[in-house]
Structure formats: structure tokens, C-alpha cells
């Protein structure tokens, strides 16, 4: 079983900012997350040139939530996973900030690791 943290930042955007349908969903895909090791990639996929991956909430919009794996590079090995931040997915351009905004999270967690 996974463990699975959740930032402040990211909380605050599902649960307040984003709809009921959405926060259903992220609620389903956190079970996911939890009890499944191996996960598809219409649900969680590497963020290329990153080391993120995203969770993809396909619900009304195109959300994802930015996550970095603790103990593991690769996403089905890791039994730690923190959920950094949220965004609504426009355009790849969106990517960039997102991934920006994570880096800082990194940060403010104290999570920055020589994977960096």
C-alpha cells in the first residue's frame, strides 16, 4: 500500500477551488494511488525533462495535480508520493509554471533530494 501526502497548496485546490465532480474523482484516484501499485497511464504519467509525474483528472476540465516521488524514481516502485500542486491544463505552456510552482514546494517541504 502507498502512502500518499498531500501539500496544503494542493488541498486548497481541490477542495476549494475545484467542483464537486472533480474532488468525487480525485477522491476515486486517490484509492487508486493507494491500493495499486502498477497505475495506467490514462491516470498517472512522467512529466518529460521533469522529475514529476502527473495525475490526471479527467472531469468537466483537464486538471492535474503535479506528484514527486519520495522513495522511488520510478512512480510504480514508490511506496511514498506527495501530492505537490494543482492546475488546469490549457496548453503544454501550463506545464512550465506548474513545474515551477512544484520546484518551490520542493523547497518549502524540504524535499529537495540529490534527484534534483
Not at 514527486?68 to 506545464?95: C, H, M, P, V
Amino acid at each position: 500500500m502507498r502512502e500518499i501526502y498531500l501539500s496544503e497548496e494542493c488541498e486548497k485546490y481541490i477542495l476549494e477551488e475545484s467542483s464537486e465532480r472533480v474532488q468525487n474523482k480525485f477522491k476515486y484516484l486517490l484509492e487508486v494511488l493507494e491500493e495499486h501499485n502498477i497505475i495506467h497511464s490514462s491516470f498517472v504519467e512522467k512529466l518529460t525533462n521533469t522529475k514529476y509525474y502527473e495525475l490526471k483528472i479527467k472531469a468537466e476540465n483537464q486538471i492535474r495535480i503535479i506528484i514527486f516521488t519520495i522513495d522511488s524514481e520510478n512512480f510504480n516502485e514508490a511506496n511514498q508520493i506527495i501530492l505537490l500542486n494543482g492546475f488546469l491544463k490549457r496548453t503544454n505552456k501550463d506545464y512550465k509554471k506548474a513545474v515551477k510552482i512544484a520546484n518551490q514546494l520542493m523547497i518549502k517541504y524540504e524535499l529537495w533530494t540529490s534527484r534534483n
